[in-house]
């Protein structure tokens, strides 16, 4: 016979409504979540052991996508990151500051640079001369040659996207005047 001197309030309150000290709740015969253990869990998942070392070593999770551009997290990081970069996190937190930064370090380009560079194609699209730029950030996209760097030309969404779907390559881009040329009767 168990002496009730012996329970803590949780396990008498337990004994007295129950009648006995068997847990029922569903959870509480889970394995331990961590690969390979077996134990069954104590608490959020995790044996006993998991789960003290949890508190002083985070459990890396795989498969952690980036809050700002939704790329894999490294298991590296702490377990509370939430951007897979450092662009990614300026980028989150000061898009202004993000685009200085981004135009700085990919082209070379400072904010004056990229503005005399607008202008002098008119203020607008380089390929078709518009002065909206579209797209969500309403914000005109630094044209470059892919192998060498270096800056071809400012466009607004549409063109630079089209210029990425034909891959940059001038011979696609002739087939597919060729062939708009002959279904559509339009010579320009």
């Given amino acids: 016979m168990l002496r009730t001197e012996q329970l803590c309030r949780?396990?008498?309150m337990r004994l007295k409504r129950k009648g006995?000290?068997?847990d029922r709740r569903k959870n509480a015969r889970r394995e331990c979540s961590v690969d390979g253990c077996g134990k069954l869990s104590a608490s959020l998942g995790l044996c006993q052991n998991h789960y003290i070392q949890s508190?002083?070593?985070p459990v890396r999770h795989e498969g952690r996508l980036c809050s700002y551009c939704?790329?894999?997290i490294a298991a590296d990081k702490k377990s509370n990151a939430k951007f897979c970069t450092r662009e990614c996190k300026i980028s989150a937190s000061q898009p202004v500051r993000a685009r200085?930064?981004?135009l700085k370090r990919k082209y070379g380009l400072t904010e004056e640079g990229f503005t005399e560079l607008l202008v002098s194609q008119g203020g607008g699209c380089a390929i078709c001369g518009t002065t909206e730029p579209g797209g969500r950030a309403q914000q005109f996209h630094v044209d470059h040659h892919h192998g060498t760097g270096t800056v071809r030309g400012i466009l607004c969404t549409n063109c630079n996207s089209g210029l990425g779907q034909?891959?940059?390559d001038p011979s696609l881009l002739e087939a597919a005047?060729?062939?708009?040329s002959?279904?559509?009767d339009y010579t320009p």
């Fill in 10 to 12: 949780k396990h008498y």
């Fill in 20 to 22: 006995s000290l068997d």
């Fill in 55 to 57: 508190r002083y070593k």
């Fill in 70 to 72: 939704s790329g894999p």
């Fill in 100 to 102: 200085r930064y981004n």
């Fill in 166 to 168: 034909f891959k940059d």
């Fill in 177 to 180: 005047v060729r062939y708009l």
């Fill in 182 to 184: 002959a279904t559509l």
